[in-house]
Nanobody, 123 residues
Framework: QVQLVESGGGLVQPGGSLRLSCAAS????????MAWYRQAPGKQRELVAS???????NYADSVKDRFIISGDNAKKEVYLQMNSLKPEDTAVYYC?????????????????WGQGTQVTVSS
């Protein structure tokens, strides 16, 4: 059983900063990639940023130059430093993991989601 636990969400004023953290636990043999997605009310879930096991990063255009994703494979953790936050960044942020895991005694490449953490940007 693989679990992802996010932390660090909250209420922040426009222009402020927040740092999200996600810790993975369970039968993880190898991490391929971790990412942050977000979903605003009435909108589809969208990719915010991703990082591979060799450190290659990718960002949505809307967060480039404001957000920074980083990871620690040894700790099985991923972080999202969010700066210059805007009201349109308000959403539930979800941690995503793609990994080689043990499922019912077999090795499988699988994707997992966290429960989400609310980020609200408002004055």
């Amino acid at each position: 059983q693989v679990q992802l636990v996010e932390s660090g969400g909250g209420l922040v004023q426009p222009g402020g900063s927040l740092r999200l953290s996600c810790a993975a636990s369970g039968s993880i043999l190898n991490i391929y990639a971790m990412a942050w997605y977000r979903q605003a009310p009435g909108k589809q879930r969208e990719l915010v940023a991703s990082i591979t096991n060799i450190g290659t990063t990718n960002y949505a255009d809307s967060v480039k130059d404001r957000f920074i994703i980083s990871g620690d494979n040894a700790k099985k953790e991923v972080y999202l430093q969010m700066n210059s936050l805007k009201p349109e960044d308000t959403a539930v942020y979800y941690c995503y993991l793609e990994a080689l895991t043990v499922v019912s005694g077999s090795r499988r490449r699988w994707a997992y989601w966290g429960q989400g953490t609310q980020v609200t940007v408002s004055s």
